[in-house]
């Protein structure tokens, strides 16, 4: 069983910058291509942001320049930093593969803007 665990979300001013982890355990974390996504109230969860088992990246237009997906696989370890924060990054943040989610999801880790 592969677990996924969410951590670093809190409450930042706009303009601020967080760091988000995901640790998995249970699986060849670094055979995967991870991403992490996001589910603001009442909107769809959408994918954020990718990064291949060769560290190839991708990002969400809404995110381009102001998000960095990076991993560290020898941790089974992704991370996310998010800087120039918006009031509409305010989500709950998930990590999973991508760009097909082939695992359960976490519990997710808050992040909220304030304007």
């Known amino acids: 069983q592969v677990q996924l665990v969410e951590s670093g979300g809190g409450l930042v001013q706009a303009g601020g910058s967080l760091r988000l982890s995901c640790a998995a355990s249970g699986s060849p974390f670094s055979i995967k291509s991870m991403g992490w996504y996001r589910q603001a109230p009442g909107k769809q969860r959408e994918l954020v942001a990718g990064?291949?088992?060769?560290?190839?990246?991708m990002y969400a237009d809404s995110v381009k320049g102001r998000f960095t997906v990076s991993r560290e696989n020898g941790k089974n370890k992704v991370y996310l930093q998010m800087s120039s924060l918006k009031p509409e990054d305010t989500a709950v943040y998930y990590c999973n593969t991508y760009p097909i989610t082939f695992w359960g999801w976490g519990q997710g880790t808050q992040v909220t803007v304030s304007s």
């Open positions: 990064i291949t088992s060769g560290g190839s990246t």
